[in-house]
């Protein structure tokens, strides 16, 4: 088993944040899902197969970090992604998903 951790980032000014929602910005979750795959694509050279569970607990708010932790065991990834708030991890999703080659 191996794992990686890696930093996820959304600039406060990236379009999706405006409309998700109106005076009070959170990060939709599929942003967040697009950058773990993003990350993990450039940590491992494979790309996600197959997003087979997510569960979101906590929204990212607009300027936060998140942070990615992976599990990777074979083609099955575990992951978890956090945010800290005043000094305390704040579980923001998690779930599994399963690698592939890349194109």
């Known amino acids: 088993m191996r794992t990686i951790e890696f930093d996820i ?3 406060p000014s990236h379009p999706a944040l ?3 929602f109106p005076g009070n910005p959170v990060v939709p ?3 967040l899902l697009d950058r773990l795959l ?3 694509q450039a940590e491992t050279g494979m790309r ?3 997003l087979d569970q ?3 607990h906590s929204a990212l708010r607009a300027g936060e970090e998140a942070r990615a932790y992976c599990s990777i065991d074979g083609p099955r990834v ?3 992604l956090q945010a800290r708030r ?3 991890a704040t579980l923001l999703a998690s779930g599994r998903l399963t690698l592939g080659a890349a194109p």
């Open 9 to 11: 980032g959304i600039a």
């Open 18 to 20: 405006p409309g998700h």
């Open 29 to 31: 979750g599929v942003l």
């Open 38 to 40: 993003a990350g993990l």
């Open 48 to 50: 996600a197969q197959r």
């Open 54 to 56: 997510a569960r979101f």
């Open 78 to 80: 575990d992951f978890r």
């Open 86 to 88: 005043r000094g305390v």
